[in-house]
């Protein structure tokens, strides 16, 4: 398997435990531009780890500049969160969805420190990423044998737009394209509601933007006060994706907003949006109904915001 791919590599390549699953040979390249990264445990990193610190540092790289913390869970983000403490975005985030954690990996944009090192060896991780930790961080997360901690060397400033391409190897041949790494466009970023958001809904809606980005398509991140309430995505059609979203954040959607990777293709969403008293929407826009949503905001009084950039992740 690795001599098929060793020349288009400048290192050895190092061989994993296994793949996804036990039965499958995996490997891990590193090539001159590669992020650095450092394992300050004894614990092995797995192709299945690889999956999820790669998910982990993306999403948490959108908030390099800020206080974040991002758990992700098979490969995909199940609670963001900022706060006005790195403590704060990490309790608020594990709060999103308590259940996926067991076994989960979380990314920190800053340095993590005792107080949260402590609740962390206290759950079931298998892995915690930062830019640092402080001394009696390390020490008390090592006591975890199995917990992988990951210190990176490369900021996440850096690491947030180095990806340029992504590959994808199929029978019929491979697939290569540039690397999803598009911002909001302030000449396309457009208020096309009656009702007007206010500041911080605006930053609550670019706060879960930023997150559905990373999300399987169809993609739904309902938010709050820089707290995701819930995460949905690999649904094969938006409208069951809204709903779900909507059915986990349960009462906690009064007042909260809504992003999606793509456009809103039907009212049925919007209404169902209604229902649950979210306050606002952020998607794409456009679609062959898009007049008709828009009419059914205005009915209800609700805010939205097209972005006019689609985020599909297949």
């Not at 791919?5 to 036990?22: R, S, T």
């Not at 991002?70 to 704060?88: C, F, I, Q, R, Y």
Request: glycine share 4%; with cysteine.
């Amino acid at each position: 398997m690795n001599d098929n791919y060793e020349k288009f590599f400048d290192a050895e390549p190092i061989a994993l435990k296994y793949g996804e699953n036990p039965h499958q040979k995996a490997f891990f390249y590193k090539t001159q531009n590669s992020a650095e990264m450092e394992n300050l445990s004894d614990v092995e990193i797995s192709y299945n780890n690889m999956l999820d610190i790669n998910c982990a540092v993306k999403v948490v790289a959108e908030f390099y500049d800020v206080n974040a913390a991002v758990v992700v869970k098979h490969n995909t983000p199940s609670g963001v969160a900022l706060g006005k403490s790195l403590n704060e975005a990490y309790l608020k985030a594990f709060d999103t969805d308590p259940v996926s954690t067991f076994g989960a990996t979380i990314a920190f944009s800053k340095t993590v420190d005792k107080e949260i090192a402590k609740h962390a060896s206290s759950v079931c991780l298998d892995a915690v990423i930062a830019p640092d930790f402080d001394k009696e961080a390390v020490e008390i997360l090592q006591k975890n044998k199995d917990l992988r901690i990951i210190k990176l060397n490369t900021s996440l400033k850096e690491i947030r737009t180095m990806q340029e391409q992504e590959i994808h190897i199929t029978p019929f041949g491979t697939l290569v394209q540039e690397t999803d790494n598009k911002e909001l466009d302030k000449d396309t970023f457009k208020v096309v509601t009656k009702t007007k958001p206010d500041a911080e809904m605006i930053e609550d809606m670019v706060f879960a933007w930023k997150i559905a980005k990373h999300v399987k398509t169809n993609a739904v991140v309902i938010a709050k006060d820089f707290k995701t309430l819930s995460i949905v995505g690999g649904q094969t059609n938006r409208i069951d994706a809204v709903e779900t979203a909507l059915n986990r954040a349960c009462d906690g959607a009064k007042k909260a907003v809504i992003a999606c990777d793509g456009f809103i293709p039907a009212i049925d969403s919007i209404q169902a949006a209604v229902q649950c008293r979210i306050s606002g929407i952020i998607q794409t826009g456009g679609g062959n109904k898009e007049k008709e949503v828009i009419a059914c905001a205005d009915k209800y009084e609700l805010a939205m915001i097209t972005t006019g950039i689609r985020h599909f992740k297949h």
